[in-house]
C-alpha cells in the first residue's frame, strides 16, 4: 500500500537551496539569507505564508555549514504546522531520508524505516514492549502510575518514569534493530511518527494516564504538539520530529486513527465499516461525510494472555482448524509451519466454529456431555480429543507428539467461555453502532478487518460463531496492521497529517459503558449464532443440546 | 513616552480562561480544553489563525495546575509570530506581569522592567558591560572572538565564550537589581526585549561576528527569531521570550531601528532626520514612505576614552562650558553638580565652539599661537589657561582646585583635533545622507539626537563648530536613550514589533565606506564652520588665524 503512495511534503524535507554569494551590493546576514532563499523555494513550490524557524542551538552551526558549503546546498526542514523549522545544512543530496513508523502497541512495537525521498521502506521489525514486565494489560499499567507516591504536580511519580524509560528503551532499541538493516545509523533516523492507544501515548510521553480510566474517562492530552527526539530521550537524530497521531477520547486511539486512514474510511462515498480487535474492539462506521464510532472489551480472549493455550499470532501458533465430519479428523495449520506452541485469535474462531458445526459443543458454547457416536471415526474422535479430568471437560487440539513442547494444546471450558462472551461483545457492539445512524449491515459497502486478528481471520467461521454479520464473504478486506500503516501515511504525507487532525474532530463517540442498548444486545449475542437466529441465515441452528 | 502608550499585545499576555468541567457529555482532554478554550478567548479578541503551542517539557505541569485550579484561572500566552505558547497557569490574577527591556550598550546596559498588564515602569537602572574588561570597543571585542582558537565550527570558542558569558552575567546583575527595586524577584520577569548593535546582538547570543568587519560587513544573523531566557543562561523566567531587535547590517542594528519607533519617523508624513551618535554616529533620513540610513565613525571623540579628559556623560562630566569674552571668565556646569571629573560629549562641544568664538582656536581647530590679548582681563585668561609644555599647546578647562582628584581637566591638541576630526564626519554624513535623496536641510521637519549626545548636546555649540546644520535651534530635539525605548516598546506593543520588522526591511542602507562623494565632504567639513562658510550664516567667520 505505502509503496504506491505518492509522497505529498514528508514530515522531514529536504530542498536545495543555491543562494547569492554575499558582495557589498548585497550583504544579507548569513541565516537571513538561509531563509530569505528557502522561503522563495518555497514560493515556487506553492508553499506561502509559512514561517520558517531555526531552532536557537542551531544557529551558529547551520550558519558555519550554509558559508562553508559556499551559500549552496541542501537544507532540511522539520514541515510542522505552526512553522518549518531548519533543522540542517547538508553541502552534498543526502542519499535517503530515514524516518521511522511505529505502532506502539500494548504488547509489540510494530515499526519501519522508510526513506522520505522516495516512500521506499528501507527496513521493518517489532519487539516485544518492555513495558510488560510492569503488567500486560493498560489496566495494570495504568494502575501502577498512580500507586506510587509522585513528588510533586510537574514531576513524574517512579511508576510512570519506569513505564516511559522502558517504552523508550524498547524504541531505541528497535530503531537501532531497524538502522541496522536499513544500513544507517540510528543517528540517520530524522523523524518518528508513532500511533497507539491513548493510554499508550500518554506512558510514552510521560503524561499520567490517571483520568482515562475514571469516568468521565478524560485524557490528559489527546492532540499533542509535534515534539523533538530529545524531549523523549530517543537516540534517534535529536530535532527529528516526533509526530503522534491524534486521538479522540480515552478509548478511542491514535491507532484507530491510522486505521481510518489506512482504509480511506474518511473519503469513501460508500458506507464502510472498520473493525480493529486488539485488547478493545474498535470499530468505526462511516463514509466521506459522517464517521461513528465505539469500542469495548472484546478482545481478551482472541489475544494472547487469557486462553490458557492462547498466544498472539507468531510462530507456532494455530492459525486456521478444521474438522472432517465424514471422516471425523482434525486438521490444523501454523503459522510458519512449525510445531504448534498454542492458538491465536484466527485459530480460536476456527476452533470454536468447527466444534460448533461437529456439534462437540452446543449452541450455548458448552461442551456436550452425552454425546452418541455416529460412527467408529467418531466415536474414536471423541475418545482421543473430548476428555475431562476432575468433572472438567476439555478438548485437546494438538496432541502432545505434534507440539513444540510436548504438552497438549488444549482448550477448556473457561476458555471457551471467556470466547462467547468475546464474540457476543464483539456482535452487540457491531449491532449498536449500525442501530445507531439506522444503517443495515446489508448496506455496508465494505468491512476492513484490521490487525493480526484482520490477517488471519476466516470470515466464514466468525460468521458460524456469530461474530460478525451474515454477509457475503466478498465484502470482508484483511488491512493488516493499519496503525503501523497509518504512522507510515502520516510521517510520509502532509494530506494524511491533516486528515487525521479533521478525523479526530469529525468522529462521534458512542461510549458504550453507558449504553443501555449495549448491554441489552450482548445478553441476546451469548447463543451460537444467535438468539435471534434469522439473522445468520446461512449458519445451521442446533437448538437442543442432545443428539439431533 | 512610554507611560501614554496603549498596550497591544504586549509579548507576553494574560488571559482569563473558564473552561467546562469535564463530564460524559464533553469528555475533551485536559490540555485540548485548556488550548480549545484559548482560542476561542483570542477569537473574541479578534485573534485567529493563530496557532497555540504547549513546550513539551509543561505538558505535565500545566494540566496539573489547570486541573487543580478547577479548569478556570488565567494562562500566560508568549505571543510569538509563528505561534502562541502557552508557558503557565496562574488559579489568580497576577498582580503585574514584569517584562525586562534592555539597551545592550558596548559600554553601559540600561534596562527597566515595565508591567505588561499595565504598561507602568516599575524599576530602572544600568550597570556597565563586563565586557569592557575584554577591551573597550567593539573592534577589540570582535578581534578577541577570532584570535583564539575554536574547536569546531559548532563551537563556540573561547574569546566568544568569554564575552558571552560576561555580557550574561551583567545582564544577570541588572535583572537582579531591578527585580530587587520592583519588589519581586528576578525569575518573575516573564519577558526580555533586547536592543544593540549587530555586534553586541551576536556576542549575546553566542554568534562569531567575525565577518561584521570584514569585506562585504555580512552578519552571521539580522533577524533571530525570538528564543527562551533559558537557551541564553539568563536567570529570568526559564520560558521568558528573548525578543531582539532586528538588524539591517553591520553597522545599523537594532538600537537604531529602536531610534526610528521612538521617534516613529517611519510613520511620520513630514521628512525627519534621526542622529544617534554612539561609538559610531548613525543616521537616519525618511518618513513613512521611504527611509534612508547610513553610519559612520564620528562618535569616538565625542565618547568617554578617546580624548585623554573625555568620559560619559556621568556624575562629574563637563556638560557646558561657556566663555564669557566680555569679562574673559569661563564658566562650566557638571553632571550632578560633582567636581569636575572630565568633559563629556555635549562639553566638548561647547569647549571647542566656545574657544573659536573667543579666538583661542582658529577656524582650523588649532591653538593660536600668538594672541594680542584685548585686555588686561584677556591677558589674565590666556596666562592661566592657555599653556604649553614641550612645545605641545593646551587649555585647562577646569583648574585643579577644582576637579575631583587635584588635577586639572585639560583639552590639548591631539584631543581638537580628533573632535575635529568627528565633526567632520558627522557634517559630511548628514550631507551625505541628504544629497542621496535630494532633500535640502531645511525640508527636513525635525531633527531628533538619541543618546546620552542628544540629551545633554546644546544644538547650537554644534552648530558653531559647523558639526549639525545651520537650522532654527527649533527643529532639534533630544529623545533620551532612544535604543531603551524601542526595547520597551515592542516588549509592551505587537504593532511596534510588526513596525520594526517592516522597518527593517524599507531601510536603504548607504555604505559610507566605499563612498567617494562622503569623502570629499569629509575634506570640506574639516574647518570651522566650514569651507563653505556660507552654509552656516548665522556663524561668525574668522578666516584669518592672526588677530582681527
Given amino acids: 500500500m505505502i509503496d504506491d503512495l505518492e509522497i505529498d511534503s514528508p514530515l522531514v524535507r529536504c530542498f536545495r537551496v543555491e543562494a547569492a554569494v554575499p558582495s557589498l551590493e548585497d550583504n544579507t546576514a548569513d541565516i537571513d539569507r538561509l531563509k530569505l532563499t528557502l522561503k522563495d523555494v518555497l514560493q515556487q513550490q506553492g508553499v506561502v505564508e509559512y514561517h520558517l524557524h531555526i ?47 511505529l505502532d506502539l502497541g500494548t504488547t509489540y512495537l510494530e515499526a519501519s524505516v522508510l526513506d522520505l525521498l ?8 517489532n519487539i516485544e514492549n518492555r513495558q510488560i514486565q510492569f503488567g500486560s494489560d493498560i489496566l495494570s499499567r495504568i494502575h501502577m502510575t498512580t500507586s506510587l507516591k509522585s513528588s510533586g504536580p510537574d514531576e513524574m511519580n517512579d511508576g510512570l518514569q519506569n513505564l516511559r524509560e522502558s517504552v523508550t528503551e524498547s524504541i531505541n532499541e528497535l530503531a537501532a534493530q531497524l538502522a541496522d538493516k536499513a544500513g544507517i545509523r540510528t543517528t540517520e533516523i530524522r523523524a518518528l511518527s508513532v500511533s497507539g492507544n491513548t493510554t499508550m501515548v500518554h506512558l510514552f510521553l510521560g503524561l499520567s494516564p490517571y483520568h482515562i480510566c475514571r469516568e468521565p474517562y478524560t485524557p490528559l492530552i489527546n492532540d499533542p504538539d509535534p515534539c523533538h527526539a530529545y524531549d523523549l530521550g530517543l537516540d534517534i537524530a535529536a530535532m527529528a520530529p516526533v509526530w503522534v497521531l491524534p ?23 460508500d458506507t464502510c465499516m472498520l473493525i480493529d480487535v486488539g485488547t478493545n474492539a474498535e470499530v468505526v462506521l462511516g463514509n466521506r461525510d459522517w464517521l461513528i464510532a465505539c469500542a469495548g472489551a472484546a478482545g481478551p480472549a482472541l489475544e494472547g494472555g487469557v486462553a490458557r493455550m492462547g498466544m498472539r499470532a507468531g510462530p507456532g501458533a494455530i492459525e486456521h482448524v478444521a474438522i472432517d465430519t465424514d471422516k471425523w ?12 506452541a498454542g492458538v491465536c485469535g484466527s485459530g480460536l474462531i476456527d476452533l470454536i466454529a468447527q466444534l460448533y458445526l461437529a456439534r462437540v459443543i452446543d449452541f450455548r458454547g458448552k461442551f456436550r456431555k452425552e454425546i452418541e457416536p455416529d460412527s467408529k471415526e467418531h ?29 497438549p494444546v488444549i482448550l477448556s471450558q473457561i476458555d471457551l467461555d471467556a470466547l462467547i462472551r468475546s464474540k457476543a461483545a464483539m456482535y452487540a457492539i457491531l449491532t449498536t453502532l449500525v442501530s445507531q445512524v439506522g444503517v443495515a ?39 493488516g ?55 445468520f441465515p446461512s449458519v445451521p441452528v442446533f437448538q437442543s443440546s442432545h443428539n439431533a
Fill in 441 to 479: 449491515f446489508e448496506e455496508v459497502g465494505k468491512i476492513f478487518v484490521a490487525g493480526a486478528f484482520g490477517k488471519h481471520i476466516d470470515p466464514r467461521q466468525a460468521i458460524t460463531l456469530g461474530m460478525l454479520p451474515d454477509l457475503p464473504l466478498s465484502k470482508y478486506e484483511p488491512v
Fill in 329 to 340: 479428523t482434525l486438521s490444523y495449520t501454523t503459522i510458519e509451519n512449525t510445531p504448534a
Fill in 118 to 125: 522516495t516512500g521506499k521502506k528501507l527496513a521493518e521489525g
Fill in 247 to 269: 486521538s479522540i477520547g480515552s478509548y478511542f486511539g491514535g491507532d484507530l486513527i491510522s486505521g481510518i486512514l489506512a482504509c480511506s474510511l474518511d473519503i469513501l462515498e
Fill in 55 to 101: 531552532p536557537f542551538q542551531l544557529l551558529a552551526k547551520l550558519a558555519s555549514v550554509f558559508r562553508s558549503a559556499g551559500f549552496s546546498g541542501y537544507v532540511l526542514v522539520n514541515m510542522l504546522p505552526a512553522c518549518g523549522e531548519i533543522i540542517d545544512f547538508l553541502p552534498h543530496k543526502p542519499q535517503a531520508l530515514p524516518a521511522m513508523a
Fill in 379 to 407: 466415536k474414536a474422535f471423541l475418545e482421543k480429543r473430548l476428555c475431562s479430568e476432575n468433572d472438567e471437560m476439555f478438548f485437546v487440539v494438538a496432541l502432545p507428539v505434534e507440539t513444540v513442547n510436548g504438552q
Fill in 481 to 535: 496492521n493499519s496503525s503501523l500503516q497509518g504512522a507510515e501515511l502520516v510521517v510520509l504525507s502532509g494530506s494524511y497529517r491533516r486528515r487525521s487532525k479533521q478525523i479526530s474532530q469529525k468522529v462521534t463517540y458512542v461510549e458504550l459503558n453507558v449504553n443501555q442498548e449495549f448491554m441489552m444486545r450482548f445478553s441476546g449475542s451469548r447463543l451460537i449464532p444467535h438468539t435471534d437466529s434469522s439473522l
